[in-house]
């Protein structure tokens, strides 16, 4: 891995001084709730004719992470370090041959699941191939509370696993930096204790010829953002997205978003997202 851009300084761990931001964030259009069609979003054109930007704060979860106030279970996201011996997240051979047990070793300590499963791995860079690898642009979740089932026979059909009775699912994606850190276009999350269920709704993914129902939030002003800002290429953010255990958050949508007054030259982030499944014993 890359040493730190030079001209960048490490975090400041001062907790008195907060890196809240004002933000605009895509938001699927409300009108969608209402309907009985589902809306389809796979490129840039179909996710324009079908989200809209808002205006939110973006609030530094830094402090709340210092303070213990925000937690997987009850926040729906978390921050913790993962000292990877990854040299090139372009190469496929070391993420899935390295990298996946290092997040799969994450996800167990930071959940207590019995077994964590890794489905896929996405590189996110200035340099994308297509829509589907660049900047997520606008709030949503990777799954859909209504297909947990079939989203978890698909992977154990690949895995070659047997289900048993006494299992229960959550789905968790990490979210790590490399070469540098993040100046702009973090990742932004949704708190679980601001989302009130009926604000999610299903939507298709259709990138790179699928077709799969996933679930975004419409707009509420009384949603509550976060995020790390700076993200050093040895810290992950974890965070739910979608959750079968009871009393803990089921949800936790997400976002990149451009930070207003960060200059053009500053370095661009790169990063690398895990998809885990994790399966606890009841």
């Keep these: 891995m890359n040493d730190l851009t030079p001209d960048v300084p490490k975090f400041d761990t001062n907790y008195d001084t907060k890196f809240d931001t004002e933000a605009k964030v895509r938001y699927v259009n409300a009108e969608w709730r209402d309907r009985e069609d589902t809306p389809r979003i796979g490129s840039r054109e179909t ?3 079908n ?3 808002q205006d939110a704060t973006v609030y530094d979860a830094r402090p709340r992470l210092a303070a213990g106030t925000l937690d997987l279970a009850t926040s729906g996201f978390t921050l913790t370090q993962n000292k990877t011996v990854v040299t090139d997240f372009r190469d496929d051979d070391q993420v899935t041959g390295t990298y996946y047990a290092e997040m799969e070793a994450l996800i167990r300590k930071q959940t207590g699941a019995a077994q964590v499963v890794t489905k896929s791995h996405l590189v996110r860079t200035e340099t994308p191939i297509d829509f589907n690898d660049g900047y997520s642009r606008f ?5 859909n509370m209504s297909r947990i089932d079939e989203h978890v026979g698909e992977l154990f059909e690949r895995e070659g696993v047997t289900a048993q009775d006494n299992w229960t699912y959550a789905w968790y994606n990490t979210w790590q ?7 702009n276009n973090p990742l932004a999350v949704i708190d679980w204790q601001s989302l ?15 077709d799969s129902l996933v679930a975004a939030p419409v707009h509420n002003p009384d949603h509550k953002f976060w995020y790390f800002p700076q993200m050093q290429t040895d810290e992950v953010l974890v965070f739910t997205q979608l959750n079968q255990q009871p009393d803990q958050a089921v949800y936790c949508p997400h976002t990149s978003f451009n930070i207003p007054g ?3 030259d500053a370095p661009p982030r790169r990063s690398i997202e895990t ?3 994790a399966i606890f014993e009841t």
Excluded at 139 to 143: G, I, M, Q
Excluded at 177 to 183: E, R
């Design 139 to 143: 709030v949503h979740c990777d799954y």
């Design 196 to 210: 009130p269920l009926a604000d999610v709704i299903g939507y298709f993914y259709t990138g790179r010829g699928r």
């Design 51 to 53: 989200t809209s930007f």
């Design 275 to 277: 998809r885990l499944l």
């Design 177 to 183: 930096p490399f070469d540098h850190v993040v100046v």
């Design 47 to 49: 996710r324009r004719a």
């Design 262 to 264: 960060v200059a053009d």
